[in-house]
């Protein structure tokens, strides 16, 4: 699938790969394909230091385009937000519990299918903002946003339909 308001290259990947081949087998395309431009791993979060429980905030990195869901500098992110966490199959793991609920490298490690709306099951980048599950135009951005006011934007996580 090709498609220019989706900066996911999608085109020529095996069938339903995602079914039969392990996270730390797949090719780096197959890998970022995995992303459904969901923006919830762009959301600033906030830890409870007694329990270690994460809490989403409306509060969007710096680099996020609200209207697009994307990161504005995927490819030179590190660059301004040395920070960002470029998940991979050594450290997933680690990862899991501040990644979104319907995130596919989650929904995979822990032996879950993906859900209907994610592009490589309904063809289009545009399902996961239609099935209800992005933060597209409900974002603010951080620099706008005292850190000492992020808990005033505590948000549910969006999961959409099931």
């Known amino acids: 699938m090709t498609d220019a308001s989706d900066p996911i290259d999608r085109s020529g ?16 395309k197959e890998w970022e394909a995995l992303c459904d431009g969901c923006g919830k791993c762009c959301l600033n979060k906030l830890e409870d230091e007694d329990t ?5 905030t409306r509060i969007a990195c710096r680099l996020f385009d609200d209207s697009t869901c994307r990161c504005a500098n995927y490819d ?20 899991l519990y501040w990644l979104p609920e319907t995130c596919a490298y989650k929904l995979l490690w822990t032996g879950k299918p993906l859900y209907d709306w994610h592009p490589l099951i309904s063809g289009t980048p545009d399902s996961v903002h239609a099935a209800g599950v992005s933060v597209q135009n409900a974002t603010l951005p951080e620099f706008e946003i005292s850190e000492d006011e992020w808990e005033e934007h505590l948000i549910e996580e969006p999961l959409g339909c099931d």
Do not use: K
């Open 52 to 56: 270690g429980e994460v809490a989403l």
């Open 76 to 95: 030179i992110r590190h660059q301004f937000v040395p920070e960002c966490i470029s998940l991979s199959p050594e450290n997933i793991e680690g990862s």
């Open 13 to 28: 990947l095996r069938p339903r790969y995602w079914e039969t081949v392990s996270l730390d087998r797949m090719t780096q």
